[in-house]
């Protein structure tokens, strides 16, 4: 079945630095791939999303690359600030599978001042 | 406003006792899905609904019960027979479609005494 794996957290960064949250998948048919944000006490928000190869999802400094060929989907950020220290998930939405959304086990980001 | 409320918040429980969690959206999105959060876990799916009048078990169903009478509202139970209800819960809606992405409600955290 289809599966996604991220990097396990914490990752702990100083602010202004250079993120990278890996995110791999399996799955049977051609995906759309998403990354969401869990900030404290709250449910998830749509982060980005890249519905085909190739694609790069952007929103708020982040992005991430639908890459087919290494079934990946790496979530970027230039310069971290305090104010992204949140839980992020990645996710995919496989049409063979009834479009169902598999998720990640979340990677939990501190960003320190 | 457009969205998706969970109510309560906050809910504690005495053993043995069944309690009813509230989902109510206004996207007029035609799936909704239940998923339980454990502290440092990922999302995993307790019951979902494609169509009014009609819904599916998901891979931790044991324990609960879920009802889809109105295309707005989707009401999780979480029974005596559930045993180990603490836990976060998120409510979440789709318009459809393998490119769809989630909306998630506020959440609701339910505490055991």
């Known amino acids: 079945g289809d599966s996604v794996t991220q990097m396990e957290g914490p990752v702990t960064l100083s602010e202004e630095a250079f993120l990278t949250i890996n995110c791999t998948y399996t799955?049977?048919?051609?995906?759309?791939l998403f990354w969401y944000v869990q900030y404290p006490g709250e449910g998830l928000q749509l982060l980005l999303k890249?519905?085909?190869?190739?694609d790069k999802g952007s929103n708020k400094g982040f992005e991430a690359t639908y890459r087919k060929e290494t079934t990946s989907f790496h979530l970027e950020k230039g310069s971290v600030q305090v104010s992204d220290s949140a839980v992020y998930f990645c996710?995919?939405?496989?049409?063979?599978?009834?479009?169902?959304?598999?998720f990640g086990g979340g990677t939990r980001l501190m960003v320190k001042p | 406003d457009g969205g998706i409320t969970q109510s309560p918040k906050y809910l504690f429980r005495k053993e043995g006792q069944n309690v009813t969690l509230s989902c109510e959206q206004n996207?007029?999105?035609?799936?909704m899905y239940w998923y339980r959060q454990d502290p440092g876990q990922g999302l995993r799916l307790i019951y979902y609904s494609q169509i009014v009048n009609d819904f599916q078990k998901g891979d931790i169903a044991e324990g609960y019960s879920v009802s889809r009478e109105k295309k707005e509202s989707f009401p999780l139970t979480v029974t005596s027979a559930q045993k180990n209800p603490t836990a976060f819960y998120l409510c979440?809606?789709?318009?459809?479609?393998?490119?769809?992405?989630?909306?998630f409600g506020e959440g609701s955290r339910l505490t055991v005494l």
């Open positions: 996710a995919l939405s496989d049409a063979v599978a009834g479009n169902m959304l598999t």
């Open positions: 996207l007029n999105h035609d799936a």
């Open positions: 890249a519905t085909k190869a190739d």
């Open positions: 979440a809606t789709r318009q459809g479609g393998s490119t769809g992405e989630l909306f």
């Open positions: 799955a049977t048919g051609y995906p759309s």
